[in-house]
């Protein structure tokens, strides 16, 4: 008879159950972070929010990603420090962020309450609602991305050799079922503005229910290093980290075009959708609920296609090939919305099918790009470049919303915005070009399924 105990990671259940634990982080983590774009127009009506005003805001998750390097940093720590501690202080940035949004948003503080007339006593042209309201994006975004790492960390953990791939494509499916919530929750909650703080303190609760479920995989993830015998604090890189690895990876053309490729993809999606809901609203006339519906369709479908692709690719390859199809689908789609008025449906599913299609071919391509032992610094500085897309881009989306809608009217004509995003789309597309001739040129064997490096 066998004496021994199972380890924790050799029980499928409880596999599956860390999954969806800590999948249900990154959902509110999504949530959060999408929670705001069916309810621009009432920000505007309540806070007086510009367009580049709320261009900041969503873009102040990136800032200390961006120019602090803390998706690089968070890695470093995450190595450093192990799951528990490095994500338990992560998932607390991403509460306390979010809180501090929320009650920047509230009546309470509105009125007088404690920290306003501090944030009234600086930069004039910025409402204190709005400071309150970046300082809170600011630690939002801190945490969340570094979380984001801490859950890949987690999942290589569990399922290392038992459907390690898979566990990663549902991973981006509990993303998208966070964005997909927040679309159809946010303006229903919202009630068109009666209950606007209301929506904005239940994407807060969420996220603190979030560290919740954290602390309660770290008693897992606890007991299993007891099982191992291990510490977590012996997953520590004997390698430590140096700012050459940086430099190294930036001297390889093929990376240096696949962050490229990943900074302008996701510049082109993640910012267009701070701004579709109120896109679809003004240009097909329809009310928040019905476009955050309508916006809810590319969420819904990349939440089934990124997995199914993800599998496709892992036997068949074209890796390469499916980033170029994703990129020219990206720019198509975003050319129908800007100088068409067909119906918003069907662009809106080929749009899910490229947001699947790049996420699924891209991030595992690493593998061939980059030697095993800097696939944690490659992430994280494409992360950090990443970011500086997503700083950037809502801000001049915002920008060119404004000039070319001067009086800030309450039904804004998009075409130069999204313009804006088709331009992005094709360097996307050029750089997808460019790094399928750089494979084919040095064999690195993106082409190749993943499993045959
Ligand atoms: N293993 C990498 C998965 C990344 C998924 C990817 N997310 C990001 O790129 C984040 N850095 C940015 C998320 C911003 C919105 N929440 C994705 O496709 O979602």
């Known amino acids: 008879m066998n004496t021994l105990k199972k380890a924790l990671n050799e029980s499928a259940a409880m596999r599956w159950g860390v999954l969806l634990l800590v999948g249900f982080v990154l959902s509110v983590n999504y949530y959060f972070y999408d929670a705001f774009s069916t309810l621009k127009d009432l920000l505007r009506a309540e806070f007086d929010f510009t367009n580049k ?44 962020g979010a809180v501090l949004t929320a009650y920047g948003a509230s009546d309470y503080y509105g009125a007088g309450g404690i920290g306003y007339s501090f944030m009234s006593s600086f930069m004039p042209n910025y409402s204190p609602e709005l400071k309150m309201m970046l300082l809170g994006r600011f630690f ?41 919530a927040a679309l159809n929750i946010s303006p229903a909650v919202a009630d068109k503005g009666a209950n606007l703080t209301g929506a904005i303190w239940l994407a807060a609760i969420l996220v603190c229910t979030g560290l919740l479920a954290f602390i309660v ?51 082109a999606v993640f910012p267009f959708l701070a701004y579709a809901p109120d896109f ?67 662009p809106i599913i080929l749009l899910g099918i490229a947001f699947s299609l790049v996420p699924a071919a891209m991030w595992p391509s690493m593998v061939k790009l980059v030697d095993d032992s800097q696939i944690g610094t ?23 919303l404004d000039a070319t809608n001067p009086g800030n009217p309450e039904v804004s004509d998009y075409t130069a915005t999204i313009l804006m995003f088709a331009a992005v789309s094709l360097l996307g597309l050029i750089f997808a070009l460019l790094l399928k001739f750089e494979d084919k040129k040095k064999g690195f064997g993106v082409e190749l399924p993943l499993n045959k490096k």
């Not at 873009?59 to 338990?88: C, E, H, Q, W």
């Not at 801490?150 to 499916?173: E, M, P």
């Not at 490659?378 to 060119?400: D, E, H, R, T, V």
Request: proline share 3%; charged share 15%; with cysteine.
């Open 140 to 180: 939002f975004g801190l945490g969340a991305e570094t979380s984001i790492v801490v859950i890949s960390k987690i999942l290589v953990k569990w399922f290392k050799g038992k459907n390690l791939a898979l566990a990663f494509g549902l991973k981006v499916g509990f993303g998208r079922l966070g964005t997909f």
């Open 378 to 400: 490659a992430y994280g500085l494409m992360y950090s470049i990443q970011n500086l897309g997503l700083w950037g881009f809502p801000i001049i989306a915002g920008s060119i």
């Open 280 to 346: 679809f609203a003004d240009k097909f006339s329809l009310t928040s609920v019905e476009s955050g519906k309508l916006t809810s369709l590319l969420p819904l479908g990349t939440m089934f296609f990124t997995p199914l692709f993800g599998w496709l690719i892992d036997r068949k390859g074209k890796s390469a090939t499916a980033m170029i199809f994703g990129a020219s689908t990206l720019l198509a789609v975003h050319l129908v919305f800007a100088l068409t008025y067909f119906p918003p449906q069907a």
């Open 53 to 96: 005003d709320y261009g900041l805001f969503v873009s102040f998750y990136s800032v200390p990603n961006t120019f602090l390097l803390m998706a690089v940093i968070g890695g470093v720590i995450l190595d450093k420090l192990g799951i528990r501690r490095t994500g338990f202080m992560f998932v607390f940035f991403m509460a306390i």
């Open 217 to 267: 995989y770290m008693l897992l993830d606890a007991k299993l290093d007891k099982q191992l015998e291990k510490d977590s604090n012996e997953t520590v890189t004997s390698k430590p980290f140096s700012f050459r690895d940086i430099t190294g990876l930036l001297g390889n053309r093929a990376y240096l075009y696949i962050a490229l490729l990943c900074v302008t993809f996701y510049s």
